[in-house]
């Protein structure tokens, strides 16, 4: 998910007997007809119709013929038909024919549609992976040769050398997908590297109209950026040389750069609309693609309620890897989304590489900062007046932030002015700033942005600082305008710095948990770089992102969870390519056991936002590790029965699942044979209530398959959490065969510890299986809630 979000909003429906008795009585009532999905039963259609299509297309006339309205037309209700990873259709309704839709035979469940979000390179080095190895990930997946990764986002710019189908052989034969032309986008756009292309703008039309095309285009083509950026980062060629502005000099490459690519543009600029996302699922997973990246999210609701967990499931399901940006909700707990245990979620870590812009103050003292300015500099051992935005203008809240309109250029002109971070983009603010007068900017995080530090392509010569060094600086600006000597500064820029210590770092910005929808499953599941990484940009948008920024740049950096999912996204065909009887829940064990969490300097991996040690709710089980991910040793594999099994101890309606599954689920043997933390998942969560208890226990049972060397003997070593007693049975793991599956025990006990009511205590520790050749890593977590 990008830093910049996209909002959106839409909903779905179906109908199929037709005397049904829905009412519309004025023009108000249309007015309040929205988007909904609705789930079907496959198997009820009647045979008098010969496709679902005719037999949806025959309900919409037949409930037409009852609304007495002529707000919208017959044929600009059904939006989107779903026949892969989900059966049913979408279309607006008004609330009242929702509901009755939910009485009718053969219909499963209607549902509204969510707002999303977009969550918005030196990385493959970073992540170990180079060219020049004879043995490793690359050289054993042909780097990632024939397997396909579709990106569900905002389009894509072909024409970008990132995908160049130089050397590349044919189409991989199983490849059923299209290249859909349209506006500034012939169907000749694709290539033997970017096989297939697609757009999806139903729902977005239905709640806004029809879109307007002097703005974005009505194709597969990039408008905004962010889908050009996320498609390279996962499997872009090798570009040399590559640079912003200057910036980040070297070789451009993706994480599996012979994948092909498949590109499903959802998101305009209203934002990215569940039937939207639905239908790019469904064309995906028909299509042929192998991993499905999604740099999309949204508030966290269940799992039956959530369009994208419904349509992961179905791609899972299909064989089909799914991966999901966490979100940049961050710093704050409980702020993870695409939660649902079948989709790898994804946090944000920082590389060894950064971009250093300092304030220097008229005090002599030097406060870090960053930025991606490439335009003229300040005067070097020029000082120039500084002033804080929040002094000067009409409104202090306004102008503090550095809103359109909000400074007056009589006290801007020819200063550096600080601004708070929040409400517009920083980019904009500099553009605020630049407009009134002003000759540069610093822009201060918020307390809760904390000490994270995001590099920006402003518009004029600009840096960013931590929440702490903004109020260093105005209270430098405060005593120095009651002195004689008035506040002054300059900026410093320093270009691109590597080999930074200590790397990487839990980006401030990235979501963290607890999971909030099952606090069993831990999520995220693993961190990737994120933060100002380098990857392909349309030709027709300024690096800034904003309207004015007439700059042209063929690579741009970015931040966000959005930029840390492609990075797995790719690793995952590469994974996959050296693996192919993988599923994928074993790609992701494979990606998590083998994760680490100590940074460069040999000590638990920092969080950015506070400088202080990360836990396992900010990283889950760690910073991929490509390398180590190809020979895992063991993975903790699952089917969808598993994930029906943990649905059920979710405690879920068999409803409830089918509008997840499409399938009938019979709970009674699964709720009697475990509980929700036995989902053979590749870490473990434990959850107790103090309901004035003084000592707790739990167990969880874990299979573990063979991927290593067919003999092989695995000790265990567990490192329980503080407080707690754990114990696993057997101590030794002894495979006789590739592919053998053996099983083990964990039992967890702790003591109820003295807490405020409503607080929580989270303890974490992990349970390694090793070899002597493989070492497979576990997170276990220990929750005590005081209930209020």
């Known amino acids: 998910m990008a830093i910049s979000p996209l909002l959106f909003l839409s909903f779905f429906f179906f109908s199929f007997l037709p005397f049904l008795p829905f009412y519309s009585t004025s023009a108000s009532a249309s007015a309040l007809h929205k988007t909904y999905i609705v789930f079907v039963q496959h198997d009820a259609k009647p045979s008098v119709f ?27 209700r059904i939006l989107h038909t779903y026949e892969t990873v989900f059966h049913g259709f979408s279309a607006k309704l008004s609330p009242l024919e929702a509901d009755q839709l939910q009485k009718v035979s053969g219909i499963v469940g209607v549902i509204p549609e969510q ?55 044919p189409v991989p034969a199983k490849w059923k997908g299209e290249c859909v032309g349209g506006k500034d986008f012939p169907a000749s756009s694709c290539n033997r590297k970017l096989i297939g292309a697609r757009f999806f703008c139903g729902g977005y039309e239905a709640t806004n109209g029809k879109m307007n095309e002097t703005l974005e285009y009505r194709s597969p083509r990039d408008s905004d950026g962010h889908g050009t950026h996320t498609a390279s980062i996962a499997a872009g060629r090798y570009v040399f040389p590559a640079s912003t502005l200057g910036y980040a000099r070297g070789v451009a490459a993706g994480m599996a750069p012979k994948a092909r690519l498949a590109a499903y543009k959802v998101c305009w600029n209203a934002g990215c609309y569940d039937s939207d996302i639905l239908a790019a699922f469904d064309a995906a997973v028909a299509d042929g693609a192998d991993v499905v990246s999604l740099s999309v999210g949204g508030v966290v609701v269940p799992y039956y309620l959530d369009t994208i967990a419904i349509a992961a499931f179905g791609a899972s399901d299909h064989g089909v890897f799914v991966s999901a940006s966490a979100g940049n909700g961050g710093p704050g707990g409980l702020t993870v989304t695409n939660i649902a245990p079948w989709v790898t979620t994804v946090g944000a870590g920082t590389m060894d590489r950064d971009f250093p812009a300092n304030v220097k103050l008229g005090n002599g003292k030097l406060i870090p900062g960053v930025s991606v300015y490439g335009g003229p500099g300040l005067a070097p051992g020029r000082l120039y007046p500084l002033i804080y935005a929040g002094s000067v203008g009409g409104d202090g809240y306004s102008s503090s932030l550095c809103l359109e309109g909000s400074l007056d250029p009589s006290f801007v002109k020819g200063k550096i002015v600080l601004c708070d971070r929040g409400i517009n983009s920083r980019a904009t603010k500099g553009e605020v700033v630049r407009k009134a007068g002003g000759i540069g900017m610093i822009l201060a995080n918020g307390v809760f942005d904390g000490e994270g530090l995001v590099a920006d392509c402003h518009v004029l010569p600009a840096t960013s600082v931590g929440a702490s060094e903004g109020d260093e600086i105005r209270k430098y600006i405060t005593v120095a305008s009651k002195s004689k000597s008035p506040p002054t500064a300059t900026i410093i820029f320093r270009g691109t710095r590597l080999g930074v210590r200590p790397a990487p770092v839990v980006a401030s910005f990235s979501a963290r948990g607890p999971n909030p929808e099952s606090p069993e499953i831990l999520k995220p599941d693993v961190i990737a770089p994120g933060l100002n990484i380098l990857a392909a940009w349309p030709d027709r948008v300024g690096p800034s992102g904003i309207p004015s920024d007439k700059r042209r740049t063929e690579f741009n950096i970015l931040s966000g969870t959005s930029m840390a999912c492609p990075h797995v996204s790719g690793l995952a065909a590469l994974l996959k390519a050296a693996h192919l009887d993988w599923s994928p829940a074993a790609i992701r064990s494979a990606l998590m056991t083998t994760a680490y969490t100590e940074d460069n300097r040999g000590e638990t991996m920092l969080d950015e936002a506070t400088g202080n040690t990360s836990t396992v709710m900010d990283f889950g089980a760690g910073h991929v590790h490509p390398q180590k991910a190809m020979d895992p040793g063991l993975i903790y594999d699952l089917t969808s029965y598993d994930y029906i099994d943990f649905l059920c101890n979710s405690n879920y309606t068999v409803t409830n699942i089918q509008m997840i599954t499409r399938k009938m689920a019979d709970c009674s043997k699964a709720r009697k044979a475990g509980h929700v933390g036995n989902l053979n998942y590749p870490s473990m969560s434990a959850v107790f209530q103090q309901y004035g208890k003084h000592k707790f226990s739990t167990h969880f049972i874990r299979t573990v398959t063979n991927v290593g060397d067919p003999n092989s003997a695995y000790q265990v070593t567990v490192k329980p959490p503080t407080g707690t007693l754990v114990t696993v049975q057997p101590e030794k793991l002894v495979f006789r065969r590739l592919g053998q599956k053996l099983n083990f025990l964990v039992r967890v006990e702790a003591m109820a510890v003295k807490l405020s009511p409503g607080s929580t205590s989270i303890k974490s520790g992990s349970i390694v299986w090793a070899d002597g050749k493989h070492t497979v890593t576990s997170p276990i977590v220990v929750t005590l809630q005081q209930p209020l």
Not at 52 to 72: A, E, F, P, V
């Open 50 to 76: 010969p496709t679902h299509k005719h037999w949806y297309d025959s309900s919409l006339r037949s409930l037409s013929s009852t609304i007495q309205t002529t707000s919208h037309s017959e044929t600009s």
């Open 115 to 169: 707002v999303r979000e977009l969550q918005t390179t030196r990385s493959p080095q970073f992540l170990g992976l180079k060219t020049t190895d004879s043995a490793g990930l690359l050289k054993e997946s042909d780097f990632g040769s024939d397997l396909v990764i579709g990106v569900i986002d905002t389009g894509i710019w072909p024409e970008r050398q990132s995908f160049n189908d130089r050397d590349l052989g």
